[in-house]
Nanobody, 122 residues
Framework: QVRPVESGGGLVQAGDSMRLSCVASGHLFSTYAMGWFRQAPGKEREFVAAIGEIPRDTDYEDSVQGRFFIYRENDRNVAYLQMNTLKPGDTGIYYC???????????????WGQGTQVTVST
């Protein structure tokens, strides 16, 4: 199993960029697909991006396509979410998650971090 821990959140202005990191302790990190999800106040947790064991296999939620980029460094057990041109609608708690298979649904992921707050002001 892996244990994801997120970092890199904070307060930024609209149009700014931010990079989130997810360090996953445990064995065989490279065999897990990694995903990022977010949850805004009063809303359900939603998919943001995912990356497979093969780093070129990625998927994005439509509203972040072209602005956010997910990548991983398997030798360091880290997955990243590069977020560009941030909008107030991107505000929420961002969670990193891991699954031994592939999914873009929250219930498809087994291991979750505690989340990091991202706030985008106007």
């Amino acid at each position: 199993q892996v244990r994801p821990v997120e970092s890199g959140g904070g307060l930024v202005q609209a149009g700014d960029s931010m990079r989130l990191s997810c360090v996953a302790s445990g064995h065989l990190f490279s065999t897990y697909a990694m995903g990022w999800f977010r949850q805004a106040p009063g809303k359900e947790r939603e998919f943001v991006a995912a990356i497979g064991e093969i780093p070129r296999d990625t998927d994005y939620e439509d509203s972040v396509q072209g602005r956010f980029f997910i990548y991983r460094e398997n030798d360091r057990n880290v997955a990243y979410l590069q977020m560009n041109t941030l909008k107030p609608g991107d505000t929420g708690i961002y969670y990193c998650a891991a699954t031994p298979s592939w999914s873009t649904r929250p219930d498809g992921f087994l291991y979750w971090g505690q989340g990091t707050q991202v706030t985008v002001s106007t």
